[in-house]
């Protein structure tokens, strides 16, 4: 037995109803929509017959809704009023109107900073692009400030977001040439105890990360010194100023201090580092997909070997995801 669909109505002809109930008469009406009176009064017909309701009370004038047509017009304005605005956010998703408001953490902004910029401009006519800490580019995201934001930050609860996986990191541990490299896990935790621990200042996702596993090796933090930026962080290492717990990208921010610093991997970390591209939308989900992709072609063709042969072996900690969008 074949089910009768459900009868929806055409933008249209709720426009016509909506300016009919609003002006009380046919007439204005119709001037208003530059149509006839016999147009509109068909059209509200036809509108009444398919949903089997009377809208109007035609025996007094100006016209008066009746609890339908009033439940409709509440209903047909929010209809309208949502139909415009995806029309016009369908508009301006075209590129001589596409204007995109993008943020980068450090990390992303430092190492892929420009490939990003060249991938967007052929995508949008505008582009503002900004950089700075996890946390203040969320806020942005959450004010609707920004588009789109490419940081460690997943936004996993913002259900609305539309989230692609660029790629992971793995935490290296990275101490001074001047001290022997720890060849065990328990050389990290004899490390710990006797060099000053290293690590990004309170604004930084990536502080968060790394003190996890200071926590697990289980020492007091009795010398901190929290800094802002990579580069000053591989610096003070590279100077014997401690140690610290970093991802690849970040290591090769700091690669002009490569020759004085050692990179060991240990498998017991198991701390990672992911790094996302948010939008708040998914219009533009494609557009995110098209970033991931210039980026993971220009790292494959340019800086993979670059950073290989800075720090031998670091690339091996660095992985794209496949891609696939997360809702």
Not at 62 to 76: F, I, M, N, Q
Not at 141 to 154: G, N
Not at 309 to 327: N, Y
């Amino acid at each position: 037995m074949s089910k009768t669909k459900p009868f929806i109505p055409e933008t249209r002809a709720l426009s016509v109803f909506k300016e009919t109930a609003v002006t009380g008469s046919v007439r204005e009406a119709a001037e208003r929509l530059s149509m006839t009176s016999a147009a509109v009064s068909q059209t509200i017909r036809v509108l009444e017959g398919r949903l089997g309701v009377e809208l109007f009370n035609r025996k007094v004038r100006p016209l008066e809704l009746t609890a339908a047509g009033r439940l409709l017009l509440e209903k047909s304005e929010e209809i309208l009023r949502l139909t415009t605005r995806m029309t016009e956010a369908i508009r301006t998703l075209t590129p001589e109107h596409l204007s995109m408001r993008v943020g980068l953490s450090e990390s992303v902004s430092e190492t892929f900073g420009p490939i990003i910029g060249k991938s967007l401009l052929s995508l949008a006519a505008h582009v503002d692009m900004r950089t700075g800490f996890t946390e203040t580019l969320a806020q942005k995201m959450a004010s609707d400030k920004l588009d789109i934001v490419i940081s460690p930050e997943s936004f996993i609860d913002a259900k609305d977001y539309a989230r692609e996986a660029l790629l992971t990191e793995d935490y290296l541990v990275v101490t001074p040439k001047t001290v022997p490299p720890p060849a065990t896990f328990e050389d990290v935790v004899r490390l710990g105890r006797t060099l000053p621990y290293l690590r990004y200042n309170s604004e930084s996702s990536d502080r968060l990360q790394s003190e996890r596993l200071y926590r697990r090796l289980g020492l007091e933090q009795t010398s901190v010194v929290g800094v802002e930026s990579s580069y000053t962080l591989v610096g003070l290492v590279a100077l014997g100023q401690g140690w610290c717990l970093m991802p690849p990208l970040g290591i090769w921010q700091g690669r002009q201090w490569a020759n004085n610093v050692n990179v060991t991997y240990f498998a017991q970390t198991a701390i990672r580092r992911t790094q996302w591209i948010v939008t708040k939308s998914e219009a533009f989900a494609p557009i995110a997909k098209a970033i991931k992709s210039e980026i993971e072609t220009a790292y494959r063709k340019n800086l993979e070997d670059l950073i290989d042969k800075t720090h031998p072996g670091l690339i091996e900690h660095v992985r794209f995801a496949e891609s696939r969008t997360r809702h």
